[in-house]
């Protein structure tokens, strides 16, 4: 509980200094630690100063979550990271466009479909 709360004020508060340590977070063994973490490091409209991390630190983990995370929640979450980036990374659109047609969960399916290419996020941004 402490990891999770310590991550949802991180997504408020976001300073470079904490990047690392937050997608470390993403290895977490506790789900609700790991969508934490995700939500963290993909949400704009939560944070209050200007701490983005970049594509270069935060991509690779993301598309990991997203293909192989166990918990359907977290690839839910990780499907809004990969999604930063459909826009300047074939791998993220790829990504998207897997997921959604062989997700497992439908949830996920639904949720890339928004983010991949024709979807109302992808259209949106």
């Known amino acids: 509980m402490v990891r999770e709360?310590?991550?949802?004020?991180?997504?408020h508060?976001?300073?470079e200094d904490a990047v690392d340590e937050m997608i470390a977070m993403l290895d977490d063994p506790v789900p609700?630690?790991?969508v934490a973490a995700v939500h963290a490091?993909?949400?704009?409209?939560?944070?209050?100063?200007?701490?983005?991390?970049?594509?270069?630190?935060?991509l690779a983990p993301g598309l990991r979550l997203l293909r192989h995370d166990?918990?359907?929640?977290?690839?839910?979450?990780?499907?809004?990271?990969?999604?930063r980036f459909v826009h300047?990374?074939?791998e993220a659109e790829a990504a998207l466009m897997r997921a959604r047609q062989a997700d497992p969960s439908t949830a996920v399916r639904k949720k890339s479909g928004w983010y991949a290419p024709g979807g109302?996020?992808?259209r949106r941004t």
């Open 13 to 15: 508060l976001l300073v």
């Open 32 to 34: 609700s630690v790991r």
């Open 5 to 11: 709360q310590c991550c949802k004020l991180l997504d």
């Open 88 to 90: 300047t990374s074939v």
């Open 120 to 122: 109302t996020i992808y």
């Open 70 to 83: 166990p918990d359907a929640h977290v690839r839910a979450m990780a499907v809004e990271l990969v999604g």
């Open 41 to 58: 490091l993909s949400c704009d409209r939560c944070k209050t100063d200007a701490c983005r991390p970049a594509e270069a630190l935060v």
